[in-house]
Nanobody
C-alpha cells in the first residue's frame, strides 16, 4: 500500500513562492495519477492540480492556472507543486492523493482518490 508524506508548507508573504513535495513509500507512483487538493478553514476541500505520473499530462483548477505547476519525478517517487504569485486566498492545508485506479482520465473529485497524505499547512500573509 502506497503511503504519502507531504512537506514544504510554511508561511510566506503575498507574491511569494513555495514548493510542496509529496513523497511516496511502499509503492510506485508510475502508473497512477497524483493530485493536490487544499482545504481552508470552514470551506470544502478543493481540487488544485493533478498529473499522470506515466505521461506527465496535467490538469489545473482555474484559480491556480498560470501560477502553480505540478510535476513528478518517478525515480524519486515524488510529486511537486510549485506555487508562485501566492495570494492570501491560497491559505489552506494542502494534501496530495493518489488515484490507484487511474487509466486515462485525470479526475478532479476528491472521492476518486484512494490514498491521502496528512497534509501540510500553507499560510500566505497579506
Amino acid at each position: 500500500q502506497v503511503q504519502l508524506v507531504e512537506s514544504g508548507g510554511g508561511l510566506v508573504q503575498a507574491g511569494g513562492s513555495l514548493r510542496l513535495s509529496c513523497a511516496a513509500s511502499g509503492g510506485s507512483f508510475s502508473n497512477y495519477a497524483v493530485a493536490w487538493f487544499r482545504q481552508a478553514p470552514g470551506k470544502e476541500r478543493e481540487f488544485v492540480a493533478t498529473i499522470s505520473a506515466r505521461s506527465g499530462r496535467t490538469s489545473y483548477a482555474e484559480s491556480v492556472k498560470g501560477r502553480f505547476a505540478i510535476s513528478g519525478d518517478n525515480a524519486k517517487n515524488t510529486v511537486y507543486l510549485q506555487m508562485n504569485s501566492l495570494k492570501p486566498e491560497d491559505t489552506a492545508v494542502y494534501s496530495c492523493a493518489v488515484d490507484i485506479h487511474f487509466t486515462f482520465v485525470l479526475l478532479t473529485n476528491a472521492r476518486d482518490y484512494d490514498v491521502w497524505g496528512q497534509g501540510t499547512q500553507v499560510t500566505v500573509s497579506s
